[in-house]
């Protein structure tokens, strides 16, 4: 069965700091993974995807993830994190064998000042 | 300006009272999808629909109806809610259902925070 796993919670980060949310992965046949972020009050925004080629992906707002297909992980990074970050992030991928995408339980990121 | 749409955002109800939560995307896209939010939980596929008249059960189908006879309309029907479809609700649209080439993004709607007492 496909499905995306995140670890964690939450994460909490000091302003500054560099920051990671992990995602892992389990697909049959190559994976497409998302990256989705979601504000206080709002629906879901994308970051960024990942189809093909290079194994680091630029994203919105300064978000990068990295591609690792011998550890099944996709996880989402930044250089310096930032206050604003602080959000609930959602890892996807899309399900091969039906017309689906499918979520991760979500992390919340804390990014303090 | 692109966008999904929902109505209402916030509802309150009371068990066994139809409900019907409005969806509406203006970028012609033809995949529409429903999802609920639930803390631990993620986002759950409830409904989706790959294009006009086709419509799909999704991963928590129970309790709820969806219709497509529109391509940007794509309404959520509760018939007879119960407390346990007390939820946070997103309707979400990408131009192309995932499958085959196609790796569309998903646009969310800003998400319907359901109660039912």
């Known amino acids: 069965a496909q499905s995306v796993a995140q670890p964690e919670d939450q994460v909490n980060v000091a302003e500054g700091n560099p920051l990671t949310v992990k995602c892992t992965y389990s697909?049959?046949?190559?994976?497409?993974l998302f990256w989705y972020v979601q504000y206080p009050n709002r629906g879901l925004q994308f970051l960024l995807k990942?189809?093909?080629?290079?194994?680091l992906v630029k994203g919105s707002y300064g978000f990068e993830a990295e591609f690792n297909k011998s550890q099944t992980s996709f996880h989402l990074k930044k250089p310096s994190a930032l206050v604003s970050d602080s959000a609930l992030y959602f890892c996807?991928?899309?399900?091969?064998?039906?017309?689906?995408?499918?979520f991760g339980t979500g992390t919340r990121l804390k990014v303090l000042a | 300006e692109a966008q999904v749409t929902q109505n209402p955002r916030y509802l309150i109800t009371v068990t066994g009272k139809k409900l019907t939560v409005t969806c509406s995307q203006n970028?012609?896209?033809?995949?529409m999808s429903w999802y609920r939010q639930d803390p631990g939980l993620g986002l759950r596929q409830i409904y989706y629909s790959m294009n006009v008249e086709v419509t799909d059960k999704g991963d928590v189908p129970e309790g709820y109806k969806v219709s497509r006879k529109e391509k940007r309309n794509f309404p959520l029907i509760l018939e007879s809610p119960s407390p346990n479809q007390t939820s946070l609700y997103f309707c979400a649209s990408s131009l192309n259902p995932p499958g085959g080439g196609y790796l569309d993004t998903q646009y969310f709607g800003p998400g319907t925070r359901l109660t039912v007492l």
């Open positions: 996807a991928v899309r399900d091969v064998t039906a017309s689906k995408y499918i």
């Open positions: 990942y189809i093909t080629g290079d194994n």
């Open positions: 697909v049959s046949g190559n994976p497409y």
């Open positions: 970028m012609n896209h033809e995949y």
